[in-house]
Every structure is written in structure tokens, then in C-alpha cells.
């Protein structure tokens, strides 16, 4: 079994005094490594029957589009104000170290489309809420939400009651 842990690497006091960032450009560069990432959160959607995958701005992007190609699925991108070119739905929300907003356009979704959400890491939890509150304004089914990496003491998992989350590491 390939140790998924021992390719993240912890950088202290970024991005910010006090914070432990979880590198997973260490993971993402071996490629063994990545590709058991993506087959893991593959297999595990696998006949959920999903029509797209969100991944959220940045490193969501990295994991969910292998994703939605595994699971021959559309590819959704949740991203920071001021990216997306048409008319968007925005959600304000809070991080481990400030504030910050997500968007997405406003028919990137189907109401009643299936629906997996990607990211690198469950930290509050805060995210994941905000696209959330976007995909049900989009009227989005939402199959399950995946991350490579779970802070456990910080219980984000908490703020997504209801969703069935899926998490290949913890800390």
C-alpha cells in the first residue's frame, strides 16, 4: 500500500504565523503517488451515476478534473471573484485565517444534475460550505464531497452534515 503521508510535506507558519500548510505539491510530483489519489476518489464514486465534478479553486482543480475523466463526467470550476466570464452566484465565507468568496456561473449546473465535490484539504470546513450553498442555489443533487487530506481537530467535517465526505488522509 503507498503511503500517502509521507509524500505531503508540512510548511510551518505559511500562510501566515501559526498556520501548518499541507504541501501536496511533494504528492503531486510523484506520479505513482497522484495517480493512486485520483483512482481512490474514482473508485469510490464509481456507478453514483455523476453528470459533473466541482473542483475548488486552485489545488481542487488539480484533483477534480482527473476526477470528473474517471468518472466521464463535466468539470465544474469554483473560483475567487472576478475569474469567471458570465453571470455568476457568489458565496461569502470564512477560512482557518480570514475571509474570502467563491462563485460560479450561473448555468454550470442543471438543477437535479448529480454532483461530486473536489478539494486537497478539509480544514473548518468553511470551503466546502460555501460551494455548497452555490450548488443548491444552481439546484444541484449532491452525490458526495472528496478530499485528499483532513484536518480532524479543526471539524470542518461538522459544517457538512447531511453529505457523505470522503477523506484519504487525516492529521
Known amino acids: 500500500m503507498l503511503d500517502l503521508k509521507s509524500r505531503i510535506r508540512d510548511i510551518p507558519d505559511f500562510p501566515k504565523k501559526g498556520?501548518?500548510?499541507?504541501?501536496?505539491?511533494?504528492?503531486?510530483?510523484?506520479?505513482?503517488?497522484?495517480?493512486?489519489?485520483?483512482?481512490?476518489?474514482?473508485?469510490?464514486?464509481?456507478?453514483?451515476?455523476?453528470d459533473k465534478v466541482v473542483g475548488i479553486e486552485s489545488r481542487g482543480f488539480i484533483m477534480g478534473a482527473p476526477v470528473?475523466?474517471?468518472?466521464?463526467?463535466?468539470?465544474?470550476?469554483?473560483?475567487?471573484?472576478?475569474?469567471l466570464p458570465s453571470d455568476i452566484y457568489e458565496a461569502k465565507y470564512e477560512l482557518e485565517y480570514g475571509t474570502d468568496t467563491l462563485t460560479v456561473h450561473q448555468d454550470a449546473i442543471t438543477p437535479g444534475e448529480r454532483v461530486l465535490v473536489v478539494d486537497d484539504l478539509l480544514?473548518?470546513?468553511?470551503?466546502?460550505?460555501?460551494?455548497?450553498?452555490?450548488?443548491?442555489?444552481?439546484?444541484?443533487?449532491?452525490?458526495?464531497v472528496a478530499f485528499?487530506?483532513?484536518?480532524?481537530?479543526?471539524?470542518?467535517?461538522?459544517?457538512?452534515?447531511?453529505?457523505?465526505?470522503?477523506?484519504?488522509?487525516?492529521?
Open 68 to 83: 470528473a475523466y474517471g468518472l466521464n463526467a463535466g468539470f465544474i470550476p469554483v473560483r475567487k471573484p472576478g475569474k
Open 19 to 50: 498556520i501548518l500548510f499541507k504541501d501536496i505539491t511533494t504528492l503531486l510530483k510523484d506520479g505513482e503517488a497522484f495517480q493512486k489519489v485520483i483512482e481512490k476518489i474514482t473508485c469510490f464514486y464509481e456507478g453514483e451515476e455523476i
Open 123 to 144: 480544514a473548518t470546513g468553511g470551503t466546502m460550505a460555501a460551494t455548497l450553498d452555490l450548488l443548491k442555489q444552481l439546484g444541484a443533487v449532491v452525490v458526495g
Open 148 to 171: 485528499l487530506i483532513e484536518l480532524t481537530e479543526l471539524k470542518g467535517r461538522d459544517k457538512l452534515a447531511g453529505h457523505q465526505v470522503l477523506s484519504l488522509v487525516s492529521y
